[in-house]
């Protein structure tokens, strides 16, 4: 499949009935993996234009937000705020 056609399943899937219907998930998972899941998000939501992956691409900004917004609500209840920041900047200083 060509990266056309699936931009365009994964926008028809973003726009069907209940998809923007809140649900409530109880995730119980470990500070490394809060950690990684924010390091993961962080790197998908930098990539620019072409380099950003296929279904990110076609996201509206205001949902990318949102997923950026979980990603630090998840970093802040571990207590990984200050942590996180200081790994980011070792890994721009590369």
């Known amino acids: 499949m060509t990266a056309n056609v699936v931009a365009q399943v994964f926008d028809t899937i973003l726009s069907t ?3 923007n219907d809140v649900v409530k998930i109880d995730l119980k998972i470990s500070r ?3 950690l990684l899941l924010n390091a ?5 939501l930098s990539d620019k234009g072409d380099d950003k992956i296929g279904i990110l691409a076609n996201v509206p900004a205001d949902d ?3 997923l ?3 990603a630090d ?3 802040q209840k571990a207590g990984l705020v200050e942590l996180s920041q200081r ?3 070792l890994d721009s200083a590369k």
């Open 17 to 19: 009935p209940g998809m």
């Open 32 to 34: 490394k993996d809060v």
């Open 40 to 44: 993961i998000i962080e790197k998908g």
């Open 64 to 66: 990318l937000q949102k």
């Open 68 to 70: 950026k917004s979980l």
């Open 73 to 75: 609500e998840a970093l």
């Open 87 to 89: 790994l980011s900047e």
